[in-house]
C-alpha cells in the first residue's frame, strides 16, 4: 500500500489510530507512507509479518505506484490521475476543512464514475469492522 497523506489529516488523525490490523488483516504485508511537512513522523519499523516504510518526498512516486496494490491518498487532481492512470485501487481521504473544497468534489464524481472510494480526515479515524468490509472491495 503507498499512502499519501497530508498535513492537516496527520494533525487529526494520529498516527496511533491508522490501520495496522486492518490492513494486515487483508494480506498486505508493506505500508509506504508519503508524509510531506507533517510535523508527525512515524519510526519505520520491520517484523517478519509488516514494513513500514516512511519518507517526506520523492522526485516521482512512479515506483512505489508500480508496485502498490492499493493506494490511500489526500484528493489532489493529480495524486487521483496519477494513480489512476496505474489502474491502482484508490481510497481518498479529504480534508474537509478546505475551504471550497475541491477536493469533495472531485472524491465524489470519481466515485460516481467507479474510479475509487473516499472518505474525510474524521472518518479515516474511525475504523472498524464496517471499514474492513469497505476496503474488501478491492
Request: proline share 4%; net charge positive.
Amino acid at each position: 500500500i503507498v499512502a499519501v497523506f497530508t498535513v492537516a489529516c496527520f494533525k487529526r488523525v494520529p498516527f496511533s489510530f491508522f490501520p495496522f490490523q486492518i490492513i494486515k488483516s487483508l494480506g498486505y504485508n508493506r505500508l509506504v507512507l508519503q508524509i510531506g511537512r507533517g510535523k508527525v513522523v512515524p519510526e519505520p519499523f520491520s517484523t517478519e509479518s509488516f514494513t513500514l516504510d516512511v519518507y517526506r518526498y520523492k522526485d516521482s512516486l512512479k515506483e512505489d505506484l508500480q508496485k502498490a496494490d492499493l493506494v490511500i491518498s489526500h484528493a489532489g487532481a493529480g495524486s487521483c490521475l496519477e494513480t489512476l492512470e496505474k489502474r491502482k485501487p484508490l481510497v481518498v481521504v479529504i480534508n474537509e476543512k478546505l475551504m471550497n473544497n475541491h477536493q469533495l468534489e472531485l472524491a465524489k464524481q470519481l466515485h460516481k464514475d467507479g474510479h475509487l472510494f473516499y472518505c474525510t480526515c474524521s472518518c479515516f479515524a474511525c475504523f472498524s469492522s464496517r471499514t474492513l468490509f469497505f476496503f474488501s472491495f478491492f
